[in-house]
């Protein structure tokens, strides 16, 4: 299986801060990669797919980069309601697999 | 709008079975590949299974593979998970997912989850 790192687990940041959140694979995954909004005792929410593709309806501040085994999701405005926890997700080979979460707190 | 709903958590005894369903609507069920995904207190995601669009292919993750068994019934609009023979390490909220797919150049399905459910509780405990 493929193993998802994400880095960091958790950051504190501000209103209005630009947030960058890093997954990693443990082999290339050729853009294979979606992103994941998750807020307390709700679903998740996609809001990206194919490393940098915004899912429809998801605000343009969130971004996303990367190639081969290194990628990034970036948020270049944070707002209120964007504190949540993000997972990345391979889609390259079965099963698809997740990253163990990164925890955006309020500073 | 797309709305999937799950129901038929619960607390079960280990060594016990629960059947999960999962009401689909706003879609065409029929169109689509499906998915269960469980999160364990405190945890991340982690994949469960998948069924195709006709039922016939399936997936499991091997941590479940032999004791659960995902079916659909399209006619219904509905999706199930089986799970037998549980385990504490079962414990989670397990969401039903829509899944995206396509086929790469080399013909290897591929697929994310572009709608969820809000999810049910599965508690294994004695």
């Known amino acids: 299986d493929i193993q998802m790192t994400q880095s960091p687990s958790s950051l504190s940041a501000s209103v209005g801060d630009r947030v960058t959140i890093t997954c990693r694979a443990s082999?290339?995954?050729?853009?294979?990669l979606a992103w994941y909004q998750q807020k307390p005792g709700k679903a998740p929410k996609l809001l990206l797919y194919?490393?940098?593709r915004l899912e429809s309806g998801v605000p343009s501040r969130f971004s996303g980069s990367g190639s081969g085994t290194d990628y990034t999701l970036t948020i270049s405005s944070l707002q209120p309601e964007d504190f949540a926890t993000y997972y990345c997700?391979?889609?390259?080979?079965?099963?698809?697999?997740f990253g163990q979460g990164t925890k955006v707190e309020i500073k | 709008q797309v709305q999937l709903v799950e129901s038929g958590g619960g607390l079960v005894k280990p060594g016990g079975s629960l059947r999960l369903s999962c009401a689909a609507s706003?879609?065409?069920?029929?169109?689509?590949?499906m998915s269960w995904i469980r999160q364990a207190p405190g945890k991340g995601l982690e994949w469960v299974s998948y069924?195709?669009?006709?039922?016939?292919?399936?997936n499991y993750a091997d941590s479940v593979k032999g004791r659960f068994t995902i079916s659909r019934d399209n006619a219904k609009n509905s999706l199930y998970l089986q799970m037998n023979s549980l385990r504490a390490e079962d414990t989670a909220v397990y969401y039903c997912?829509?899944?995206?797919?396509?086929?790469?150049?080399?013909?290897?399905?591929?697929?994310?989850?572009?709608?969820w459910g809000q999810g049910t509780l599965v508690t294994v405990s004695s």
């Open positions: 997912a829509r899944a995206r797919t396509y086929y790469d150049s080399s013909g290897y399905l591929m697929y994310y989850f572009d709608y």
């Open positions: 706003g879609f065409t069920f029929s169109d689509y590949y």
């Open positions: 069924i195709s669009s006709s039922s016939s292919y399936t």
């Open positions: 082999q290339g995954i050729s853009n294979s």
């Open positions: 194919a490393a940098s």
């Open positions: 997700q391979q889609y390259y080979s079965t099963p698809p697999t």
